[in-house]
């Protein structure tokens, strides 16, 4: 048996829902911290300059990218994404 052959030390494990986890948190995360600061900046500050709209177009872009991981990650959380061994 070669060392390209032999499996891991912890055996087949499935990171796919690990990965599912941080790509959903993390997004979510960013997300809410660019509602939060347009909220601040159209009701309280009332004064949205190019910089919110440039995070705006940031952030439609990011869920834009979004779309095709979220359809990569799914497949990992039906754990079709794995390394046999």
Do not use: E
């Amino acid at each position: 048996m070669s060392p390209k052959d032999t499996p891991p030390p912890d055996g087949d494990a499935d990171r796919g829902p690990l990965l599912l986890g941080v790509t959903i948190v993390s997004t979510s995360l960013a997300l809410a911290v660019v509602g939060l600061r347009l909220f601040v900046r159209v009701k309280i500050v009332k004064n949205v300059g190019w910089d919110d709209h440039t995070i705006v177009a940031a952030s439609v872009s990011l869920m834009h990218f979004y779309i095709f991981p979220s359809l990569v990650l799914t497949v990992a959380a039906l754990r079709r994404y794995r390394h046999g061994f």
